[in-house]
């Protein structure tokens, strides 16, 4: 029976007793399980450069568009836009949030 979107359902799984000690010196077992298994099972964005997580289905999807539309990745974050020239015509190497000329983050 798979769980209905948005609720919260219980899964419960051995480890051996190392692995269990371990687990209980982290703060919120559940967040970090949970953070682990998403980790595993999606793939980094290539939208955004790995900062966000996509399933692998929409990474795959995701990628071949921004390869169909020529996009770069932004030499200041990192984050892939759509090719853009400037005012003055040239090839812009940010994307818009990190501006023309860049920023620190």
Do not use: Y
Request: glycine share 10%; proline share 5%; net charge neutral.
């Amino acid at each position: 029976m798979s769980a209905q979107r948005g609720k919260s359902v219980v899964v419960t799984f051995r480890v051996d007793s190392h692995l269990a000690e371990a687990l209980d010196r982290i703060p919120d077992k559940s967040a970090f399980i949970r953070e682990a298994l998403v980790n595993r099972l999606h793939e980094p964005c290539p939208a955004c450069n790995g900062t966000g997580r996509v399933d692998c289905d929409a990474a795959e999807w995701l990628a071949g568009v921004l390869r169909e539309n020529g996009a770069t990745n932004c030499e200041c974050c990192g984050t892939a836009f759509a090719p853009k020239k400037s005012a003055r015509g040239a090839e812009l190497v940010t994307c818009g949030h990190c501006g023309p000329d860049g920023h620190a983050h």
